[in-house]
């Protein structure tokens, strides 16, 4: 990769697969969709640290039934490109969770090793309800049988940045999903 004269690496950022506006309106129309489904009911939505802030806070906005927030941070064994499913919990949740409607918030869902891993261990813990919302999915790489009830995008098979989604923990600013260029 070609260094600028300070000596920073140039910006990577490739195509842009998803614009700030399909973002927007797409996060909107999910946000109509989960406050229908769940209409009635008290939500604790558990974003995912750390690309899923992003996402979730956009989401959140457009919920119009109570509903609560928590976060988890795992970390999953495997190369910078693949992950293991072998995953390690660095912050837990903050409360317990049995007998609440939990919605698991996402930024991407690639081989599904990780979620698979968090669904499992969530439901050991009682849940009334566990269900998923994933920004981003790559239906071509999905290895692991894990249902997705709410879905953003289905992207291709690419490395993305942008949107809470890093390189290296840059370019998380991003206000759209792009590829990371060459
Ligand atoms: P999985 O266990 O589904 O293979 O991996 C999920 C995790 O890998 C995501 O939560 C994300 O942290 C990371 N990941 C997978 N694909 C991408 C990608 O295209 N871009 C970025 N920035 N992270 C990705």
């Given at each position: 990769m070609a260094q600028t004269t300070a000596g920073t690496a140039a910006p990577r950022i490739g195509e842009v697969l998803v614009t700030e506006d399909r973002l927007a309106e797409r996060i909107s129309e999910l946000g109509a969709e989960i406050s229908r489904d769940y209409e009635g009911r008290e939500l604790l939505l558990v974003g995912i640290l750390k690309g899923a802030v992003f996402f979730l806070s956009d989401l959140m906005r457009h919920l119009d039934v109570p509903c609560e927030v928590d976060f988890m941070a795992v970390a999953s064994y495997g190369s910078s490109t693949d992950s293991s499913g072998v995953v390690r919990i660095l912050k837990d949740l903050d409360?317990?969770?049995?007998?609440r409607h939990v919605l698991i918030v996402e930024d991407i869902v690639d081989s599904g090793l990780t979620l698979s891993y968090l669904l499992r261990t969530m439901r050991a813990r009682d849940p009334a309800s566990l269900d998923v919302c994933a920004l981003l999915t790559k239906p071509d790489r999905l290895r692991s049988n894990v249902a997705i009830r709410y879905t953003g995008f289905e992207i291709p098979n690419r490395f993305v940045i942008g949107y809470g989604l890093d390189y290296g923990q840059r370019y998380r600013q991003l206000p759209y999903v792009a590829v990371l260029a060459d």
């Open positions: 409360v317990p969770i049995q007998g």
